[in-house]
C-alpha cells in the first residue's frame, strides 16, 4: 500500500520560513517523480513544485520560484519543501503526491499558516 | 498558462441519476487531462488519466471523454458515496493547472 505522510506544518510569520517532510513506504521511492500540490483554504488546487526520480531536474511554479526549494532523499524515501520568505497567499494545506504529470497517491497533506 | 474551467460549479442530483461535468482549457491539451474527486477533510482521489483512463480501483460507472479543449467527466448512476467535489487538471504544459471544481450534491 502507497503511503505519503507529510509533517512541518504549523503557523508560520510573513518572511519566516518552514520545511515540509514527506516520508514514502509501499512503492519504489527512487523510481517516482514526486510533487507537491497545496490548497488554500476553501480554494482550488495549485501545483507547487516537482522533482525528477533522481533530483536532478524540478520544476516550480512561478508563485514560489526563487523562494521554494524541494528536494528529495532517495536513501531514506523521503521529500521535502524548504519554504523561504513566506508570504499570507502561501497560507495552504501542502500535499506530498506521486508523479510528475497525474498525481497518482496523495498524502494527507499538512497545513502552513502564513500570519501575524 | 493554460487555464482550465469547470461547469457547471455546483450539480445537484438524484442518487441513481447521472451526472455530466465538464471541463474546458484555453488551450489545447490534447488528452493529457486528469480528474480527482475530492471529499471533505479528505485528500483528491485520482479518478481518472489521459483524458478517459480509469485509474485503478475506480468503479466503471466514472467514464471520461474528450481530446483537446473539450472534455466530460460522466458519472452513471451516482452512488451517495459519489457526493464530493471534482477538479480536472492539465498536464500538457507547464505550469500543470487545475480547473476550480465542480461540486456534485444531492438534489
Known amino acids: 500500500e502507497v503511503l505519503l505522510v507529510e509533517s512541518g506544518g504549523g503557523l508560520v510569520r510573513p518572511g519566516g520560513s518552514v520545511r515540509l517532510s514527506c516520508r514514502a513506504s509501499g512503492f519504489t521511492f527512487s523510481n517516482h517523480w514526486m510533487t507537491w500540490i497545496r490548497q488554500a483554504p476553501g480554494k482550488g488546487l495549485e501545483w507547487v513544485a516537482s522533482i525528477k526520480e533522481d533530483g536532478s531536474e524540478n520544476f516550480y511554479v512561478d508563485a514560489v520560484e526563487g523562494r521554494f526549494t524541494v528536494s528529495r532523499d532517495n536513501a531514506k524515501n523521503s521529500l521535502s519543501l524548504q519554504m523561504n520568505s513566506l508570504r499570507a497567499e502561501d497560507t495552504a494545506v501542502y500535499f506530498c503526491?506521486?508523479?510528475?504529470?497525474?498525481?497518482?497517491?496523495w498524502g494527507q497533506g499538512t497545513l502552513v499558516a502564513v500570519a501575524s | 498558462e493554460i487555464v482550465m474551467s469547470q461547469s457547471p460549479a455546483i450539480l445537484s442530483v438524484s442518487p441513481g441519476e447521472r451526472a455530466t461535468l465538464s471541463c474546458r482549457a484555453s488551450?489545447?491539451?490534447?488528452?493529457?487531462l486528469a480528474w480527482y474527486q475530492q471529499k471533505p477533510g479528505q485528500a483528491p482521489r485520482l479518478l481518472i488519466y489521459s483524458a478517459s483512463t480509469r485509474a485503478t480501483s475506480i468503479p466503471a460507472r466514472f467514464s471520461g471523454s474528450g481530446s483537446g479543449t473539450d472534455f466530460t467527466l460522466t458519472i452513471t448512476s451516482l452512488q451517495s458515496e459519489d457526493f464530493a467535489v471534482y477538479f480536472c487538471?492539465?498536464?500538457?504544459?507547464?505550469?500543470?493547472?487545475f480547473g476550480g471544481g465542480t461540486k456534485v450534491e444531492a438534489k
Open positions: 503526491v506521486t508523479g510528475l504529470a497525474v498525481a497518482a497517491f
Open positions: 488551450d489545447s491539451v490534447t488528452n493529457n
Open positions: 487538471q492539465q498536464s500538457q504544459s507547464w505550469p500543470f493547472t
